[in-house]
């Protein structure tokens, strides 16, 4: 058999083995997912907005499970400080929550305060506001995060906090971070768009936050809020 019978045979052979597999293999299509919509009352087509697992969850317990956990779990904040600065490790143990032995303690907390003074008012993602805690003294005693960027020191505070999410509860690693971002966008909405923070100083407030620590040092002692009430809105 000559070189040139011998490609074409060989041609011929690669072709049936296409064609057996063409024949044999199923191939699944898989559509495009339809968005879901729905009509508002001007008659408007809205597009629903598909959410991840964390923010499905945040939405789901927020309200619910979230914020009733920490205003059970919360310390008055000047009992807390004072027990922190004697001894953080046994505060912890009273108080708080951890993942392990390296973590930060994450606390739930609840106070009245002054609003003293602001940090950072022209930096949007870096805002805080400088607390002086009952019984006032014109001093600062902690700070309330304020800032649409949450510092890896403070971030998980929430979601640790409460004392009830395990990383076992969730798909993966990712996902269990991704609470920590779902939990911390809902107090940007609720809390941070509610309250100009400039308009805050010089104000006495009620709220609920949480925070993290891993020393007790006035500079540590920063708040992410959860519920802030100003005293006058209250009466």
């Known amino acids: 058999m000559n070189a040139k019978k011998t490609k074409i045979l060989k041609w011929i052979g690669a072709a049936l083995v296409i064609a057996v597999i063409a024949l044999t293999c199923r191939v699944t299509v898989i559509p495009d997912e339809v968005p879901q919509t729905f009509v508002n ?36 904040i000047t009992t807390f400080i004072k027990d922190a600065q004697e001894d953080l490790n046994a505060t912890g143990v009273k108080y708080g929550n951890r993942a392990n032995e390296t973590s930060a303690w994450s606390f739930c907390l609840k106070g009245n305060a002054n609003v003293i003074d602001i940090e950072n008012v022209e930096k949007a993602t870096k805002t805080r506001l400088v607390l002086d805690l009952e019984p006032y003294d014109g001093q600062a005693n902690c700070i309330l995060h304020f800032g649409k960027v949450f510092p890896s ?17 969730f798909e993966n690693q990712v996902e269990f971070a991704d ?9 940007k909405a609720d809390i941070f768009s509610q309250f100009t923070p400039a308009d805050l100083v010089g104000k006495t407030i009620n709220f609920y936050g949480c925070m993290s620590l891993t020393s007790a040092e006035y500079e540590n002692y920063v708040i992410i809020p959860v519920e802030i009430v100003v005293a006058e809105d209250a009466e």
């Open 41 to 76: 009352e001007n008659g408007e087509t809205i597009v629903v907005e598909k959410l991840s697992v964390a923010e499905q969850y945040c939405a789901d317990n927020w309200d619910t499970r979230v914020l009733p956990t920490i205003k059970e779990r919360a310390v008055e």
């Open 153 to 169: 020191t403070i971030k998980n505070a929430i979601r640790d906090g409460v004392g009830f999410l395990h990383l076992d509860d």
């Open 179 to 187: 609470i920590t971002t779902a939990f911390n966008d809902r107090v």
